[in-house]
């Protein structure tokens, strides 16, 4: 099987579970149906965001409360290289948060940018998905997202 298609069935996979986790709560007083305005994300809130090389989505861009999140899967890089790799590409933008470990291998940092904007980068790492008698098995693969918020005042 190649990456592409495994990816793509990995995030199958993991948009029916969230699917499912979302759909059993049923006690949730904003039930399981999508806000109306989900669809104001607007594409061009990530334009002048790097991406690691090579980074493909995990799922589509999510609006919520005001914050644009986006989530990519990157291979070969561990939790700490993504985040350094942010570290550089945003030395001309404002430090909030110096890029940490927060547990468990899970690292995140977070800059105020240009325009009022917060960017939140966190990245874990994520197994792979290759059998065995693959030649991409023993890949690292993480799994990084960006979160994009007004800034705090």
């Given at each position: 099987?190649?990456?592409?298609?495994?990816?793509?069935?990995?995030?199958?996979?993991?948009?029916?579970?969230?699917?499912?986790?979302?759909?059993?709560?049923?006690?949730?007083?904003?039930?399981?149906?999508?806000?109306?305005?989900?669809?104001?994300?607007?594409?061009?809130?990530?334009?002048?965001?790097?991406?690691?090389?090579?980074?493909?989505?995990?799922?589509?861009?999510?609006?919520?409360?005001?914050?644009?999140?986006?989530?990519y899967v990157v291979r070969?890089?561990?939790?700490?290289?993504?985040?350094?790799?942010?570290?550089?590409?945003?030395?001309?933008?404002?430090?909030?948060?110096?890029?940490?470990?927060?547990?468990?291998?899970?690292?995140?940092?977070?800059?105020?940018?240009?325009?009022?904007?917060?960017?939140?980068?966190?990245?874990?790492?994520?197994?792979?998905?290759?059998?065995?008698?693959?030649?991409?098995?023993?890949?690292l693969l993480t799994q990084y997202?960006?979160?994009?918020?007004?800034?705090?005042?």
């Amino acid at each position: 099987m190649r990456p592409q298609q495994v990816l793509r069935h990995a995030v199958s996979l993991a948009m029916g579970a969230t699917l499912l986790f979302v759909g059993c709560d049923a006690d949730s007083e904003k039930g399981t149906q999508p806000r109306p305005d989900v669809t104001t994300f607007e594409e061009g809130s990530f334009d002048d965001i790097p991406r690691l090389p090579a980074s493909e989505p995990v799922s589509p861009p999510n609006e919520e409360e005001g914050v644009d999140t986006r989530s990519y899967v990157v291979r070969n890089q561990t939790p700490a290289e993504v985040l350094q790799f942010y570290e550089l590409q945003l030395m001309d933008q404002t430090l909030v948060s110096a890029p940490e470990e927060i547990g468990d291998d899970t690292h995140r940092g977070r800059w105020h940018l240009d325009g009022g904007r917060m960017l939140t980068v966190s990245a874990t790492p994520g197994e792979t998905l290759e059998p065995s008698d693959s030649p991409y098995a023993g890949e690292l693969l993480t799994q990084y997202s960006l979160s994009l918020a007004p800034a705090e005042r």
